[in-house]
């Protein structure tokens, strides 16, 4: 099958340019000048249109397996492809944990079966698994993530010789939750005393529990013993200023330590709390304006070079009418995350092309993703076309298993019109292809 996409304008490597693209089988067979004439089976024009390399999405939680009422990687990844995500790396902290080599391998043979996207899955680090974690062939497996705060299961990683001697042995990219659970803990007594009736707690509260002191000094500790060995560290889910200045600064390929920030962080503050209350309460939590305008500037900057989501749905009866304290943290974003990161451009934050760098070029460079994240010949076809429209979120257009959105209200101003995995049409106008599949991603070690 060849496909021409006819004379689109371009977004990739840092440039806008229109320009036609060949898609032959699985590939990105050429990328030729306006108006080149070649044979194709299939063209495509759309003008008003913009090609974008597919979204490489470096932290999901699609809940397969052991969670599947909340969400599962079929549904998951139909929402994915909808939002013009193409890749997506998933966590470990499922039922079971993915915490030994052959419940990782469990999680790709579901993923073959039924995941509309491409896919990695991280193996997930105990206090008394590093012989699993040290024989894993990181030329298949995105990483190793620890979680250094409270977690599902047997995943907290707090004993002091055990994170040691992951680190020490660093055998492929350790990927970090970090908040300090000594000072959540602390932090939840004092609010839990102040509050003896949990109707009265404002939402806000969250991120004065999960505060940035519990942050900044989880992912201090983090960066400490990468330099310390040498180890190659990146740092999800970043919310606060302070925790930027951790960051190793220069081309990716000579930073051992990076940070990821994810949309909602950019998007809100903690005076969205008091209109969106549970829909925005995350771990960890959105920290103030101050914080969201240091994120965003250090996006811009390349400091944070990677934008994700951090995807985590909960049913919403598990998420909504419950108390404070009992309310579980974590929202749907993989969908519209792209479009989010759009329409901020819109608004001036950063350009077109920042948006593709940080969505698709960076999170290929930093794991060493083999052939995607560019709009390059030879490179696997995975790209997304967006048009500039206007349209609402409501939580009757979601695909999120868990139907609804922390976005249901919001008008957004661009659509994705079509998404290409592998050289084959995922989703078009509203529409998944459920016969297509994604395939695992390999890695450059």
Same mark, same amino acid.
């Given at each position: ?221 983090? +960066? ?6 040498? $180890?190659?560290? %990146?740092? /999800?889910?970043? #919310?606060? @200023?302070?925790?930027?200045? *951790? ?5 990716? +390929? ?6 990821? $920030?994810?949309? %909602?962080? /950019?998007?809100? #503050?903690? @005076?969205?709390?008091?209109? *969106? ?169």
């Amino acid at each position: 099958m060849r496909i021409l996409i006819k004379d689109i304008q371009l977004v990739n490597e840092g440039t806008i340019r229109r320009a036609s693209v060949l898609v032959e089988d699985e590939y990105i067979k050429a990328i030729l000048p306006v108006g080149a004439q070649v044979d194709a089976d299939v063209v495509i024009r759309e003008k008003d249109c913009y090609l974008f390399p597919g979204v490489i999405d470096d932290q999901v939680h699609f809940r397969e397996p052991g969670l599947t009422q909340k969400a599962d990687i079929h549904s998951e990844s139909c929402a994915a492809v909808a939002g013009g995500v193409t890749s997506f790396m998933d966590m470990p902290n499922t039922v079971p944990n993915t915490t030994t080599v052959d419940e990782l391998e469990k999680k790709y043979e579901r993923a073959a079966q039924t995941s509309l996207a491409n896919y990695s899955f991280y193996i997930g680090a105990t206090n008394d698994n590093l012989a699993e974690v040290v024989s894993v062939d990181y030329s298949q497996v995105c990483g190793i993530k620890v979680f250094m705060g409270s977690s599902t299961g047997n995943m907290l990683v707090d004993n002091e010789t055990a994170l040691a001697a992951l680190f020490e042995a660093h055998p492929a990219l350790i990927a970090t939750h970090c908040e300090d659970e000594q000072t959540i803990q602390r932090n939840l007594a004092e609010a839990k005393a102040k509050y003896a009736d949990s109707a009265n707690i404002p939402w806000r509260l969250h991120s004065q529990i999960r505060s940035a002191e519990a942050c900044f000094l989880s992912s201090q500790k983090a +960066a400490t013993l990468a330099r310390k060995y040498g $180890a190659r560290l %990146h740092i /999800l889910h970043l #919310s606060t @200023a302070q925790e930027v200045g *951790l960051l190793d600064t220069g081309s990716i +390929a000579e930073c051992k330590i990076t940070g990821e $920030a994810c949309v %909602h962080y /950019l998007l809100f #503050s903690d @005076a969205d709390y008091d209109t *969106l209350g549970e829909r925005i309460k995350w771990n960890p939590a959105i920290k103030t304006a101050a914080d969201r305008d240091a994120l965003r500037k250090a996006v811009v900057e390349g400091v944070i070079p990677v934008v994700a989501t951090d995807h985590a749905p909960h049913t919403r009866e598990e998420k909504f009418g419950k108390n404070f304290f009992s309310t579980p943290s974590g929202g749907p974003m993989v969908q519209h995350s792209l479009l989010v990161m759009l329409d901020l451009a819109a608004e001036g934050y950063w350009s077109y092309e920042t948006v593709a760098q940080r969505m698709a070029h960076a999170p290929a460079e930093l794991f060493k993703i083999n052939r995607r994240g560019y709009i390059r010949e030879g490179y696997y076809a995975d790209l997304v076309m967006v048009r500039k429209r206007d349209f609402v979120v409501t939580d009757d257009n979601v695909f999120y298993k868990c139907g609804w959105s922390p976005l249901n209200g919001r008008t957004l101003h661009h659509q994705v019109v079509r998404t290409f995995v592998n050289g084959r049409i995922a989703f078009e106008n509203g529409y998944v292809n459920d016969d297509v599949r994604g395939k695992r991603l390999t890695f450059s070690r």
